[in-house]
């Protein structure tokens, strides 16, 4: 089936040499239109729309700026491509940005021919179509990997229902760097560099890099080839974990920025611009700074001004994009990290694009980055193994962004709307607005709202979230994103179908009219995690000693021996999922008693990083002469 693509000629009246018409490019049919230039707000809404042709010869200068102003406002779509035809130059001279097409009016044919041909390169997936091409083959695989194609499994008495149950298709595009028409992602110099070049212009950046483990791993390897060891680094103390991660690999002097709370819903949220400036204020030779945009719950920040700010000091940025790598491809919630002005992006294509689990995309903006030392770095972090499945479904999720990209948001857009509805319908559940999600203190902060995160106050129905989250699944079969004690989330996503919708309709609806007349009142956690205390050393130093392991608690009582000793682990309890303690920090008496207080209660709160569970539950520390020698070195 060839898609369907538009290409409308924009001229004075509407008219131009270019007849209207359709012509084949495969993959793909081709529709020529012309509208007038009054009309090409109008044209934009076309979600077929590829490319825009101004027919120079019949628009003045002035109606050509006009176009150009508007083409670099968020409200454009960026996918589109925009040619002058002007066969004279007088006027195409102006607009460098926009490729020129020098065709006579009597050279339509040829002119077509080239804009048809820049369609099939725009919606080209080097790698994909070579993996394919290699598989369609079938040749002898005498390298690995060792099921070889399937082979092993096919006829298997024990493992013929996995091999069928993943498919024979996945079986042999699983292939080795033993093959070398596929190119090598640690060192891309065919089909897998055309990829990322490729991506690179789909996502507006200057480089891409493919990763294959994750955005988890793509934090670790900026982070790691941008700092150097007592680097000062500006960072929110509720990022991912592997940001910290990070700190530690890098060897990084942290400043921990205070996300803001919503306590009566259980939500983090942005750390407030005043804290974020005054904190580049305060340590205007910091080599970068880190944020999450957008949130798990969908805040986003404004982030021209703090991009901006850290500029002015020499400052990168660096934004952990994980879960918004879909929005330059619908004004609705443009701009992006990298449109505002920053050096490093990290997005997991997988969470919310068409690509499979761990997939995900670094791209660079940064104008003095070294491109061997990042290539390095990644290579430390990447497999010599990569799974060229994971590196296809790369590849075509961004051809699919780029040629349908505004299409599917549009209509996921759609479904927000009716989701928005239908749930507030009920009477007893809520879709929260951003004013309601937001902090006292974000208020003036002119953060946005991603209105692909839905998020549901579950409250009034008598369940907390973690228990809707539950029967949602146990009597509905549909599985939620996440669940505080007062919401759950959904995410809306290109793959989001009508179905599904209707389904989790229908199962609030149902749950809605169960909720009972008298509401109980539900318990509210406590989030509010203890102030930083201060670093004895850099994280990097603490985590590589060996230290030695002292119990949480003395009997029932908190082991006092603990208050002072400098922690050699990352501690995190979930919730909140912010780290309490991280490698080189003093433990201090309000951190040690808050730690005893979630585990030894009734209901002890999860906690990574602790030995052992529970009252049994030890720390890792420093030694003391560990700690002497580590203090008398300068942070």
Not at 36 to 44: I, M, S
Not at 195 to 223: M, P
Not at 368 to 375: E, G, I, K, M, T
Not at 524 to 544: E, G
Request: charged fraction near 20%; proline fraction near 5%.
């Amino acid at each position: 089936m060839s898609a369907l693509c538009s290409v409308i000629v924009l001229s004075k009246t509407g008219h131009s040499h270019i007849n209207n018409q359709m012509q084949l490019a495969e993959p793909m049919m081709v529709v020529f239109d012309n509208y007038a230039v009054d009309e090409w707000q109008a044209a934009l809404l076309d979600p077929r729309l590829q490319v825009l042709i101004l027919d120079a010869s019949s628009l003045t200068l002035s109606q050509l700026q006009q176009l150009q102003a508007a083409s670099l406002r968020p409200e454009w779509r960026s996918e589109i491509s925009v040619f002058v035809w002007d066969n004279k130059g007088n006027k195409a001279e102006h607009f460098p940005q926009w490729p020129v097409l020098n065709y006579s009016k009597k050279a339509t044919d040829v002119l077509t021919a080239e804009v048809c041909a820049h369609l099939q390169r725009k919606a080209a997936t080097p790698f994909y179509s070579a993996l394919k091409s290699y598989v369609s083959k079938h040749a002898d695989s005498w390298h690995t990997p060792g099921h070889s194609n399937g082979d092993s499994l096919r006829q298997s008495a024990w493992g013929s229902d996995f091999y069928h149950f993943v498919g024979q298709s996945m079986w042999q595009a699983d292939l080795s760097v033993s093959v070398l028409a596929l190119d090598s992602l640690l060192h891309p110099e065919g089909v897998i560099q055309e990829s990322q070049d490729l991506a690179a212009q789909a996502f507006g950046a200057k480089h891409t890099y493919f990763a294959t483990n994750g955005s988890s791993t793509a934090n670790k390897v900026i982070l790691q080839s941008l700092l150097i060891p007592g680097d000062t680094l500006l960072l929110d103390r509720n990022c991912h974990k592997s940001v910290h991660h990070g700190v530690i690999l890098s060897g990084a002097k942290p400043v921990y920025l205070d996300s803001s709370i919503n306590t009566a819903l259980g939500l983090f949220a942005p750390v407030p611009l005043k804290s974020i400036l005054a904190a580049i204020n305060a340590h205007p030779h910091a080599k970068a700074i880190i944020l999450t945009s957008s949130t798990y719950d969908g805040l986003c920040y404004d982030l021209k001004p703090i991009i901006d700010a850290a500029h002015a000091h020499g400052i990168k940025v660096i934004i952990d994009e994980a879960w918004y790598g879909f929005a330059r491809f619908h004004p609705h919630f443009r701009p992006t990290a990298l449109e505002c002005g920053a050096d490093y992006v990290t997005q997991s294509t997988h969470k919310t694009m068409s690509a499979f689990s761990q997939a995900s995309m670094v791209h660079v903006n940064d104008p003095s980055f070294d491109p061997h030392l990042l290539r390095e770095t990644f290579n430390m972090h990447a497999s010599t193994s990569p799974q060229y499945s994971i590196l296809a479904s790369l590849d075509v999720a961004r051809q699919q962004m780029v040629m349908e990209g505004y299409g599917l948001l549009s209509r996921a857009l759609q479904l927000v709307e009716v989701l928005h509805e239908r749930i507030n319908q009920t009477g007893v559940f809520r879709v929260l607005t951003l004013e309601e999600m937001m902090p006292e203190e974000l208020k003036k902060d002119g953060i946005r709202l991603d209105p692909s995160k839905i998020t549901i106050d579950t409250r009034m129905s008598g369940l907390t979230g973690d228990q809707l989250q539950t029967v949602l699944y146990e009597r509905f079969h549909i599985q939620v994103e996440k669940s505080t004690f007062a919401t759950v989330s959904v995410l809306v996503t290109i793959g989001t179908t009508a179905e599904k919708t209707m389904r989790l309709i229908h199962a609030l609806n149902t749950l809605a009219q169960e909720a009972p007349k008298k509401r109980k009142k539900l318990a509210k956690p406590d989030l509010q995690v203890p102030h930083f205390s201060s670093l004895a050393c850099l994280p990097r130093d603490a985590f590589y000693c060996a230290g030695e392991r002292l119990s949480l608690l003395d009997g029932k009582k908190a082991n006092q021996d603990l208050i002072g000793r400098v922690c050699c682990d990352q501690i995190v309890p979930y919730p909140p999922g912010i780290p309490v303690l991280v490698p080189g920090q003093i433990i201090s008496a309000e951190i040690l008693q808050y730690l005893c207080d979630i585990l030894s209660g009734p209901n002890p709160i999860e906690t990574h990083g602790l030995i052992g569970h529970g009252k049994t539950a030890h720390i890792r520390v420093l030694s003391a002469d560990e700690q002497k020698r580590l203090q008398q070195k300068s942070l």
